[in-house]
């Protein structure tokens, strides 16, 4: 079966660090990406991780760990307008190039 | 043009009615792909084009949900008889990857649609 879990909902502080994690159980692996989606907006692409190990963009990072299926995206220096949701999703090459999706994580920056 | 783009934007239909959905992919983007999202919820594939073949339109969920790109860059999804679970929002995402390889995925807005 394919599963993707991450948290419903977060809060941090303005300037503050936050981690938010995402785990994954797919019969096929060929990445893994993570999206920003503003409410009413589409998502748009924040990084895509297929090797084991740290991504880092300025003030967001995102990990991999392919033996664990198990990802990170890092967000430093938070502002309010990182208030968004933070979708994790598992790209499967073998299954018709499907981006499996989870949830969402909403995450709410409090000043 | 610069982004991918919906029509129309939101859509508001009454249960039974026909409605359909445009999305003009970027310009060159071999593959489209078409999501459900509920509110809250992670977006829901339904299918997926490379230029006018849809090779994949599993996520489709009944055959009221009809998709087409026949000439490799405009898609349009229809929803027939549309009823209220059909209420969400549709998303659209275009991206330059061929088979062998994988590209970031463009969304356009989404079109909201609303079943009464």
């Known amino acids: 079966g394919q599963n993707i879990d991450q948290p419903t909902e977060m809060t941090a502080t303005e300037g503050a660090i936050v981690q938010i994690n995402c785990t994954y159980q797919t019969s096929g692996f060929n990445g893994l990406f993570w999206y920003q989606q503003h409410a009413g907006e589409a998502p748009t692409f924040l990084s895509y991780?297929?090797l084991d190990g740290l991504e880092e963009k300025g003030r967001f990072s995102s990990f991999l760990s392919r033996s664990k299926g198990y990802s990170y995206l890092l967000l430093k220096e938070l502002q309010m307008k990182d208030s968004a949701s933070y979708l994790c999703?598992?790209?499967?090459?073998?299954?018709?190039?499907?981006?499996?999706w989870g949830l969402g994580t909403s995450l709410a920056v409090n000043p | 043009g610069a982004g991918v783009s919906q029509s129309p934007r939101y859509k508001v239909a009454k249960r039974g009615q026909d409605v359909a959905l445009r999305c003009d992919p970027i310009?060159?983007?071999?593959?489209l792909f078409w999501y459900q999202q509920a509110l809250g919820q992670g977006p829901e594939f339904l299918t997926y084009?490379?230029?006018?073949?849809?090779?994949?339109k599993s996520g489709l969920p009944s055959d009221r949900f009809f998709a087409e790109r026949p000439e490799g860059s405009v898609s349009t999804l229809k929803i027939q008889r549309t009823q209220q679970e059909d209420s969400a929002v549709y998303l659209c995402a275009s991206s330059l990857a061929q088979p062998s390889s994988y590209n970031e995925q463009f969304f356009g807005p989404g079109t909201r649609l609303t079943v009464l």
């Open positions: 999703a598992v790209y499967n090459a073998g299954n018709n190039r499907k981006l499996i």
């Open positions: 991780n297929v």
């Open positions: 310009s060159g983007h071999v593959s």
């Open positions: 084009f490379q230029n006018e073949a849809q090779l994949d």
